[in-house]
């Protein structure tokens, strides 16, 4: 993989001054050198040499360990960032002393905002451990204040930087199922759009093919309402890849009225101008789906369009189908649709009933079906 031309494009401004903040607190120690007794002009330059060094590596430390060294792990790039800071916190001692201790909590936060609980406890009681022997050996009467910098700030800031990790994880998690969502979303507008374009397309040309040599002028209109449906399918889909587009229930009723019409069914369809309300999105990924069922797979000769406030009911007189044993089955079409009347809050109801087989979308639960229009039609009870 070429790496990039430019690596500190890779650097995390937001992650280095967040950590740099607390630097802060180092500047009590640059006060004690200049202003208390005991330490001479060396002191005085050593200190504040190591004291803005360990300040820098850890501004870069921190926003760069997301990519530098390349090709390295990510517990290869901690240990070396935390090497070279140990470092310069051992190189303070001659100058800083027992005040060379408060850079020990920089060194945990390193661990535990990039290292696992386990390992960045395990590294900070050990390093704890180590400098407190080494306190008790050279200074037992600091012993109490250096425990609290030993211990008790490092094992927070671990404690802390590890519930970082695992918000930011949940975040990145939530993020990509969102992302999943949206895909899923997409997928399933898209086989819906082209499932049913195409399907009249088929049939369309299907029949401007028989009618080719007994009536020209018939298959000419059929060959032209392909060329004007592709087109809209094609500015459907990339509308709905982009999200900018939803169906209306009116465009598809008339989507529904030409689909019928050319596969030989009849069609009993509400006006255009009825509204379908609050819900006419999920009504009209509805009124798509199902009148596609019922051109490509039902065989009838009738379908029947019922819609209120709350309920959309397509039904046909076709050979009708198990839904109980096709959905599971099933990765779009049906099982997409009733995944689409779910999340709306709704129930998709499939029922057998007078040789028709009915589809209803409710989405007040209730469960009764509507009466078939117009009058004349088989009764449903």
């Keep these: 993989m070429a790496k990039p031309r430019y690596p500190g494009r890779s650097?995390?401004?937001?992650?280095?001054?967040?950590?740099?903040?607390?630097?802060?607190?180092?500047?009590?120690?640059?006060?004690?050198?200049?202003?208390?007794?005991?330490?001479?002009?060396?002191?005085?330059?050593?200190?504040?040499?190591?004291?803005?060094?360990f300040g820098g590596f850890y501004f870069f430390a921190f926003g760069s360990i997301g990519y530098f060294p390349r090709g390295w792990c990510p517990e290869q790039r901690v240990a070396l960032r935390w090497i070279v800071l140990a470092s310069i916190a051992a190189l303070s001692i001659p100058f800083l002393g027992i005040l060379a201790t408060t850079f020990v909590p920089y060194l945990a936060a390193l661990l535990g905002f990039n290292?696992?609980?386990?390992?960045?406890?395990?590294?900070?009681?050990?390093?704890?451990?180590?400098?407190?022997a080494i306190c008790w050996y050279f200074a037992p009467e600091n012993i109490g204040w250096a425990s609290i910098i030993l211990f008790a700030w490092p094992i927070l800031l671990v404690l802390l930087g590890t519930f970082s990790q695992r918000e930011d994880s949940r975040t990145e998690l939530e993020h990509e199922l969102e992302l999943a969502r949206q895909r899923e979303?997409?997928?399933?507008?898209?086989?819906?759009?082209?499932?049913?374009s195409l399907t009249v397309i088929n049939l369309k040309s299907e029949l401007a093919r028989r009618q080719v040599?007994?009536?020209?002028?018939?298959?000419?209109?059929?060959?032209?309402?392909?060329?004007?449906?592709?087109?809209?399918?094609?500015?459907e889909?990339?509308?709905?890849?982009?999200?900018?587009?939803?169906?209306?229930?009116?465009?598809?009723?008339?989507?529904?009225?030409?689909?019928?019409?050319?596969?030989?069914?009849?069609?009993?369809?509400?006006?255009?101008?009825?509204?379908?309300?609050?819900?006419?999105?999920?009504?009209?990924w509805a009124l798509r789906e199902l009148t596609t069922n019922v051109v490509r797979h039902s065989g009838a000769t009738h379908c029947w369009?019922?819609?209120?406030?709350?309920?959309?009911?397509?039904?046909?007189?076709?050979?009708?189908?198990?839904?109980?044993?096709?959905?599971?089955?099933?990765?779009?079409?049906?099982?997409?649709?009733?995944?689409?009347?779910?999340?709306?809050?709704?129930?998709?109801?499939?029922?057998?009933?007078?040789?028709?087989?009915?589809?209803?979308?409710?989405?007040?639960?209730?469960?009764?079906?509507?009466?078939?229009?117009?009058?004349?039609?088989?009764?449903?009870?």
Aim: proline share 4%; glycine share 8%; net charge negative.
């Design 305 to 381: 369009v019922s819609v209120t406030d709350h309920q959309l009911q397509v039904a046909d007189d076709g050979c009708g189908f198990d839904a109980d044993k096709s959905l599971p089955h099933s990765q779009g079409g049906i099982a997409g649709l009733r995944q689409r009347v779910n999340d709306a809050g709704g129930q998709l109801l499939f029922a057998r009933r007078n040789s028709c087989t009915i589809a209803l979308v409710t989405m007040n639960g209730e469960e009764n079906f509507l009466p078939l229009e117009p009058a004349g039609g088989p009764h449903i009870d």
């Design 237 to 284: 889909v990339r509308s709905t890849v982009t999200r900018m587009r939803m169906p209306t229930f009116e465009g598809e009723i008339h989507a529904a009225q030409r689909a019928l019409e050319t596969a030989g069914i009849a069609a009993y369809l509400p006006s255009t101008t009825t509204a379908a309300g609050l819900y006419d999105a999920v009504f009209s």
């Design 185 to 196: 979303a997409i997928a399933r507008d898209v086989h819906d759009l082209l499932g049913h």
């Design 213 to 235: 040599d007994s009536d020209p002028q018939r298959a000419k209109r059929e060959l032209q309402e392909v060329s004007d449906l592709s087109r809209k399918s094609l500015a």
């Design 11 to 53: 650097f995390v401004l937001n992650n280095a001054l967040f950590a740099s903040v607390w630097l802060i607190f180092l500047i009590p120690n640059l006060v004690a050198i200049y202003f208390a007794p005991g330490f001479g002009l060396v002191d005085q330059i050593g200190a504040t040499a190591c004291v803005l060094a």
């Design 115 to 132: 290292l696992s609980l386990r390992r960045a406890l395990t590294l900070t009681l050990l390093t704890g451990a180590m400098l407190a």
